[in-house]
């Protein structure tokens, strides 16, 4: 009879020698410099300037990471500290390099936000999936230095969302002239061990614009360059004329409008019966 394997046997337990929590994302960055490609390499850089500029150096040192995100349909996500007890990680997916490094550093810029909300005002506002009003301040007073529109939670106001934000709130040919204004789906945030963009024949897209022709999104695109206005909030606009013209004739859309408005929530309003009787 073969003999079984012995079981490997620990001995005594030792304590591991304490570390600084950020010296993988210092060892890290350290092996981009020396081995990484140039967008990685950009992308650490562009963190110490953004960090300098943005967040009066306040941040420490995140690990950013050129890889898939938790979520296949996210650019990018942010964990305050992930299950390796590495605290701030930055993933930004890989297929967006394709579209040149300034959309990089965006999705960056906004990860930051979120390393700011964590890291100085210990606050990720899960309640509103990481893009709440600390957010939206901040976004916005970003916004304001770089030339942006303003965002606004849930896109109240007729706003952008922050969720999209600073892609959204871009000019038209930011990007490239072959990439009309971004807007691409954004990434959700969460505080502990997990976290968390479409593109048409013309380039990145709002998600407003999802199921629209091609011919549509041609008149939509050029009539938000005309106007100079992001194409979802044409969009947007539009589903408030006509959501406003069914509620001047039925009292349940009207309440629920109303309501919509006021919070922003459209999970908890029972109207959409309503509304298709009523359009039908």
Known sequence: MADRPRPFQMGQPTEPEPIDPRAPAHAVRQLVQQEGRQAPRTLYESFDAYNAEHFGGALKQSLI??????????????????????????????????????????????????????????????????????????????????????????????????????????????????????????????????????????????????????????LVALLAEALGRPAGTLIGAWAREHARALASANPAVAAALEAIEKDGDLSAVPFKKDIQAHAA
Not at 114 to 129: C, I, S
Not at 156 to 184: H, I, K, M, T
Not at 187 to 211: E, F, K, N, Y
């Open 65 to 218: 990471l050129l890889t898939a995100p938790a979520s296949p349909r996210a650019e990018g996500d942010y964990v305050a500290q992930d299950v390796h007890g590495i605290p701030s990680r930055i993933r930004i997916a890989p297929r967006f390099e394709r579209i040149g490094i300034l959309y990089l550093q965006d999705i960056l810029l906004h990860e930051m936000i979120h390393a700011w909300q964590a890291e100085v005002m210990d606050d990720l506002e899960n309640g509103y999936r990481g893009h709440g009003p600390k957010f939206c301040q901040k976004a916005n007073e970003i916004g304001a230095r770089l030339g942006l529109g303003p965002v606004a939670p849930k896109g109240r106001g007729g706003l952008p969302r922050p969720d999209y934000w600073p892609s959204n709130v871009r000019p038209p040919g930011y990007y490239g002239e072959q990439f009309p204004p971004a807007g691409g789906r954004r990434r959700g945030v969460r505080g502990g061990g997990g976290a968390s963009g479409t593109s048409s024949g013309a380039g990145m897209s709002d998600p407003l614009l999802d199921g629209l022709s091609e011919i549509d999104r041609a």
